[in-house]
């Protein structure tokens, strides 16, 4: 006579638990079983560089002078751009999209420095000192270990956390509108740099 309740419990149980489990279990099966079935959309518009690169410390000579020192990606958010050979309408276009970009941070601004790999021979003299007064500029013929770190070499725009990983890169079709967003979005989210 108590085995019929016993089951019957038993049996209520278990529907119980399946009724709970089995939502679980087919959304861990739909999401990493298909990656056709993945959700498809994403916020971050450039391309996160996967695995996270740390980027070499060292001391670089500045192009009007001195050194940089050897942790100078780090504390800071930093938009990186190397050019390609000369600094062409394409490269003060890049130029003029990273200055835009960090004066639109506004509060935030003091928390991103801009990196320009500048090669040999660039930019006409004082074009970089009254445009772009700001800007950390480095010889590219010194910044090889570093121009070899980057995935897509020059040309792209790279962000940088504090920590001195490369994190994302902006293909020199990318719009500067994207790379806005998504410094406003780290910057909210980071409690770093």
Same mark, same amino acid.
């Given at each position: 006579?108590?085995?019929?309740?016993?089951?019957?419990?038993?049996?209520?149980?278990?529907?119980?638990?399946?009724?709970?489990?089995?939502?679980?279990?087919?959304?861990?099966?739909?999401?990493?079983?298909?990656?056709?079935?993945?959700?498809?959309?994403?916020?971050?518009?450039?391309?996160?560089?996967?695995?996270?690169?740390?980027?070499?410390?060292?001391?670089?000579?500045?192009?009007?002078? /001195?050194?940089?020192? !050897?942790? $100078? *990606?780090?504390?800071?958010?930093?938009? =990186?751009?190397?050019? %390609?050979? #000369?600094?062409?309408?394409?490269?003060?276009?890049?130029?003029?999209?990273?200055?835009?970009?960090?004066?639109?941070?506004?509060?935030?601004?003091?928390?991103?420095?801009?990196?320009?790999?500048?090669?040999? /021979?660039?930019?006409? !003299?004082? $074009? *970089?000192?009254?445009?772009?007064?700001? =800007?950390?500029?480095? %010889?590219? #013929?010194?910044?090889?270990?570093?121009?070899?770190?980057?995935?897509?070499?020059?040309?792209?725009?790279?962000?940088?956390?504090?920590?001195?990983?490369?994190?994302?890169?902006?293909?020199?079709?990318?719009?500067?509108?994207?790379?806005?967003?998504?410094?406003?979005?780290?910057?909210?989210?980071?409690?770093?740099?």
């Amino acid at each position: 006579m108590n085995a019929a309740p016993q089951r019957r419990s038993r049996r209520l149980l278990i529907g119980l638990a399946v009724l709970f489990l089995a939502p679980l279990a087919a959304s861990f099966y739909l999401y990493y079983g298909h990656s056709d079935l993945q959700p498809g959309s994403r916020v971050n518009r450039g391309e996160l560089v996967l695995p996270v690169l740390s980027l070499p410390e060292e001391s670089l000579p500045r192009l009007e002078g /001195g050194a940089t020192g !050897p942790d $100078f *990606l780090l504390h800071k958010w930093t938009l =990186l751009y190397a050019a %390609r050979e #000369a600094c062409d309408s394409e490269c003060q276009r890049r130029l003029y999209d990273m200055r835009q970009v960090r004066i639109a941070l506004d509060r935030d601004m003091g928390r991103v420095q801009r990196v320009f790999i500048a090669p040999e /021979g660039c930019c006409e !003299p004082g $074009f *970089l000192a009254t445009q772009h007064p700001d =800007l950390l500029t480095v %010889r590219g #013929a010194a910044a090889g270990r570093l121009l070899a770190a980057l995935p897509h070499g020059a040309g792209d725009i790279y962000i940088v956390d504090p920590l001195g990983n490369l994190m994302m890169a902006y293909p020199p079709d990318a719009k500067a509108k994207g790379l806005l967003e998504d410094m406003k979005r780290l910057l909210k989210l980071s409690h770093i740099g």
